[in-house]
């Protein structure tokens, strides 16, 4: 237990205390001043509200993943399994650069894209993608072992006492995912609202166009304003620990729900 809570204060607790106290430098009226400019909110409303809408994109994609992966036997299947986990091991300049070469106005998807009218790089659609790609593998793999350990035999006795498919789905296999998928939910939500190096690229990086928060923080850190910076952090790091801390509640709820059912 000390040796645990010897590397959590060193690796976790003593760098946000050393956050928060930079903060502290700041009076309230300059730290006000700082979150609510424009150029911040704009920031930070692109990073947290483009995460929660990729995540919720990821959960949809991700349950017909799994659901692809655990219930039906394919030729590469065991292939395609392996390409869920690309986004994790492909260095995120990597895969930013790569994206934005594919949905550029010349690129393979963005040429018939911009055909349509639909501009994907260099704009806030442009993050909105590359935070799916990013995010996609947490769902799937939080998932999928829940998924594995759930037997087909319960779905099939759903059916023997006359249940339909929407009614197996929604009231024996959707209960007992649900844990899983808040925590895969909450997993890339996070993921998205910290990405930075797969985003930039694609993003155009526009002050209140394309602008995400973690760029603000790294021009803010260039410029030598470094209260600023943290300032910004700061605010990154509690709303986001708000609002995972609710989709754990969420997930608590769920799982206490579980045994009744």
């Known amino acids: 237990m000390g040796l645990t809570l010897t590397w959590l204060s060193i690796i976790v607790l003593i760098p946000l205390a050393g956050l928060f106290l930079k903060t502290f430098e700041l009076s309230f009226d300059q730290f006000w001043t700082i ?112 998924l594995l350990d759930l037997d087909a035999e319960i779905e099939e006795a759903a059916a023997s006492l006359g249940a339909n498919r929407w009614h197996t789905v929604s009231r024996v296999i959707l209960p007992s995912l649900t844990p899983a998928m808040l925590t895969g939910f909450a997993l890339a939500f996070a993921r998205g609202v910290g990405e930075y190096g797969s985003v930039i690229f694609i993003a155009g990086n526009l002050p209140n166009v394309s602008e995400i928060a973690p760029l603000l923080i790294v021009i803010r850190l260039s410029e030598f304003r470094y209260a600023d910076a943290t300032a910004i952090a700061v605010v990154m790091l509690v709303a986001a620990f708000l609002i995972i801390f609710a989709v754990n509640r969420i997930q608590r709820f769920a799982q206490t729900r579980i045994p009744a059912r």
Request: glycine share 8%; charged share 10%; hydrophobic share 60%.
């Open 35 to 146: 979150i609510t400019s424009r150029r911040t909110l704009h920031a930070l409303k692109l990073s947290f509200g483009l995460a929660f809408l990729a995540a919720l994109v990821n959960l949809a994609i991700g349950m017909i993943v799994v659901w692809a992966l655990v219930r039906y036997r394919f030729p590469g299947r065991r292939l395609f399994d392996a390409i869920v986990d690309i986004p994790f091991a492909l260095p995120t300049a990597v895969a930013g650069v790569a994206l934005t070469q594919l949905f550029a106005q010349k690129g393979w998807l963005g040429a018939p894209l911009a055909e349509l009218g639909i501009k994907v790089a260099f704009t806030p659609l442009g993050i909105f993608v590359a935070m799916i790609f990013i995010g996609i593998p947490f769902v799937v793999r939080t998932v999928q072992p829940v």
